[in-house]
């Protein structure tokens, strides 16, 4: 059974910093592109970061761009997101997800898992508040 599970969300200053963690169990991740996505209140899901299997291809959106790293530990089958200077509009539930399909870092982001993806896990939820 294939199982994402996210940790490492919580309340948080603006300015502040948080690192999120992804592990996956019951596949190795080491040949996908895996990413992390956001959900606020009202809003569609979007892609936030993503990187290929060997971490040489990196996506960011444009809103976190040059404030959050993502990272991967093939041989902990683990994503990290590195969330620096944070603002409450990065406020979220965040969630990681893989892509088995031949596609870029930044496709994978920016066109989303398929809807018949099916491995989200419960996410992390990140309050970014004074």
């Known amino acids: 059974q294939v199982q994402f599970v996210e940790s490492g969300g919580g309340l948080v200053q603006p300015g502040g910093s948080l690192t999120l963690s992804c592990v996956v169990s019951g596949r190795s991740l080491d040949s996908h592109n895996v990413g992390w996505f956001r959900q606020a209140p009202g809003k569609d899901r979007e892609g936030v970061s993503c990187?290929?299997?060997?971490?040489?291809?990196?996506y960011y959106t444009p809103s976190v761009k040059g404030r959050f790293t993502i990272s991967r530990d093939n041989a902990e089958n683990t994503v990290y997101l590195q969330m620096n200077s944070v603002t409450p509009e990065d406020t979220a539930i965040y969630y990681c997800a893989e892509e088995t399909r031949p596609f870029t870092a930044s496709y994978m982001c920016r066109a989303g898992p398929p809807p018949s993806y099916d491995y989200w896990g419960q996410g992390t939820q990140v309050t970014v508040s004074s």
């Open positions: 990187i290929s299997p060997n971490g040489a291809d990196t």
